[in-house]
């Protein structure tokens, strides 16, 4: 490809031209080299390759550059000698470490030379894959498969097959493979840090163990779902069962730190009885409700202790036994609490 360009440069107009490779890939990169560059006639001259003896290039790549904070346009990108040369040639003063020749007006060539760069490499890509996966069609061949204590299971030979990938995917969600595999034991790698326990078994018997055990798993996580979803069903009705409604809340200091309050209205649909009670989460002590209404006759304050309310009247220190709404009522402001229960110290 011949890429012939005009630019002015402090008041003077060069010709340009660049000439690029077709496109080279590997099964993993695509890409174009810059062949020739040629400003007014003059050749740049390419610079030794100072890893390999003989081998002169230009330090230019081509694609899609940023050359402000909001725009990106199509560029050769010039570095080291390459940039050099070129700038003197221009007479162009810079300490950039790179200089980009903006040649947008060939973005459309560039996005046709990238798509063939891409269709190169996919082909390679697909032709290797095939190579791999031809060595891996007979189940009765012997692999050796992998578990690392931090990695999990892997293979390093089969592991890149089509169907290696699929299975040692699969090992990802499945348990009890390791116990399933220990009469295949090959070997053990102590290292430092982790362990890699490795086995030696066939294709066939292989994917069938992943097979079972994928299967079995599907089965117990279907079970564990329908559980869970029953037990959410369970709490959505106990929560039903109340209407809360927070009547204030907020924190003050309690001397070693701050305690948490929420005072809180709650209603028994069943019965249509209403109370009101003060949740707390007290520093150093943890979560307590105590009622605001008087449990009996003259009594203020108190605390739940083995089903009874321990509260005081007068100078005497009462028990009153805790009613069967009460009851209901406590039980759901500690599992439905309207702030944090847990114990800070």
């Known amino acids: 490809m011949l890429f012939e360009f005009t630019k002015e440069v402090g008041g003077k107009e060069f010709a340009f031209e660049v000439r690029v490779s077709e496109a080279k890939a590997t099964d993993k990169n695509?890409?174009?080299?810059?062949?020739?560059?040629?400003?007014?006639?003059?050749?740049?001259e390419k610079e030794q390759n100072r890893y390999s003896a003989g081998d002169r290039y230009y330090k230019a790549t081509l694609g899609i550059k940023r050359v402000s904070?909001?725009?990106?346009?199509?560029?050769?990108?010039?570095?080291?000698?390459?940039?050099?040369?070129?700038?003197k040639t221009l007479g162009l003063k810079t300490r950039e470490d790179t200089v980009n020749i903006v040649i947008d007006e060939f973005r459309d060539a560039w996005?046709?030379?990238?798509?063939?760069?891409?269709?190169?490499?996919?082909?390679?890509?697909?032709?290797?894959?095939?190579?791999?996966?031809?060595?891996?069609?007979d189940d009765n061949t012997e692999i050796e498969v992998h578990n690392h204590s931090s990695y999990?299971?892997?293979s390093y030979d089969?592991?890149?097959?089509?169907?290696?990938?699929?299975?040692?995917?699969?090992?990802?969600?499945i348990r009890g493979?390791?116990?399933?595999?220990?009469?295949?034991?090959?070997?053990?790698?102590?290292?430092d840090y982790s362990v890699v326990t490795y086995y030696k078994i066939t294709i066939g018997a292989f994917e069938e163990i992943v097979n079972r055990l994928a299967e079995q798993t599907r089965i117990e996580n279907e079970q564990k779902d329908i559980i869970e979803e029953l037990l959410q069903l369970e709490t959505d009705a106990r929560r039903a069962t109340m209407k809360v409604k927070i009547l204030k809340e907020g924190r003050i200091s309690g001397g070693d730190g701050l305690d948490f309050y929420a005072k809180v209205a709650i209603t028994d649909i069943k019965t249509g009885e209403t109370k009101r009670f003060n949740c707390r989460n007290l520093f150093d002590v943890g979560y307590i409700i105590n009622p605001m209404y008087p449990v009996?006759?003259?009594?203020?304050?108190?605390?739940?202790?083995?089903?009874?309310?321990?509260?005081?009247?007068?100078?005497?220190?009462?028990?009153?036994?805790?009613?069967?709404?009460?009851?209901?009522?406590l039980d759901y402001l500690y599992e439905f609490s309207p702030i944090g229960t847990g114990i800070r110290m």
Do not use: P
């Not at 695509?30 to 740049?44: R, S």
């Not at 904070?69 to 700038?87: H, L, P």
């Not at 493979?177 to 290292?191: F, I, P, R, S």
């Not at 321990?310 to 805790?322: A, L, M, Q, S």
């Open 30 to 44: 695509h890409w174009h080299t810059v062949e020739e560059i040629i400003i007014n006639g003059e050749k740049i």
């Open 69 to 87: 904070r909001d725009e990106k346009k199509f560029c050769i990108e010039v570095r080291g000698d390459t940039k050099k040369k070129i700038c």
């Open 111 to 137: 996005a046709k030379m990238e798509a063939e760069g891409k269709a190169l490499m996919e082909k390679l890509a697909a032709e290797k894959q095939a190579k791999v996966d031809a060595e891996y069609t």
């Open 152 to 154: 999990g299971f892997g």
């Open 158 to 173: 089969y592991g890149q097959s089509t169907r290696g990938k699929k299975y040692i995917k699969m090992t990802e969600k």
């Open 177 to 191: 493979l390791d116990e399933a595999l220990e009469k295949y034991l090959d070997h053990t790698d102590w290292g």
């Open 296 to 329: 009996t006759k003259g009594a203020k304050g108190g605390i739940e202790m083995n089903g009874y309310w321990d509260t005081g009247v007068g100078d005497e220190n009462r028990k009153i036994k805790i009613t069967e709404v009460e009851r209901r009522m």
